[in-house]
């Protein structure tokens, strides 16, 4: 599993606590300047839209289209964010 995380402080301390739970998932980093309230997990032909405001709520897409979409974007995401 790759995962993407906002580069704060709160983020790196959450990963410094939790090592032992994600040796098998890799993790990069994001510029703050990109932070957003929200999370996006890809699986299969699903996309899972997450938004973490004061009012929490999900949305699922099922779509193979949008899943392949979601996936390249995530990819090139992951090659611009840092160790």
Avoid: C, D, H
């Avoid at 990069?28 to 973490?52: C, D, H, R």
């Amino acid at each position: 599993m790759k995962i993407i995380y906002n580069n704060t402080k709160e983020a790196r301390e959450k990963i410094i606590g939790r090592t032992e739970s994600l040796k098998y998932v890799k993790y990069k980093f994001m510029p703050i300047t990109l932070e957003s309230p929200t999370a996006t997990i890809i699986y299969g032909n699903k996309v899972v839209q997450q938004s973490w405001t004061k009012e929490p709520f999900a949305v699922i897409i099922e779509n193979e289209e949008m899943a392949k979409n979601q996936k390249r974007y995530f990819e090139e995401l992951w090659k611009m964010a840092k160790q």
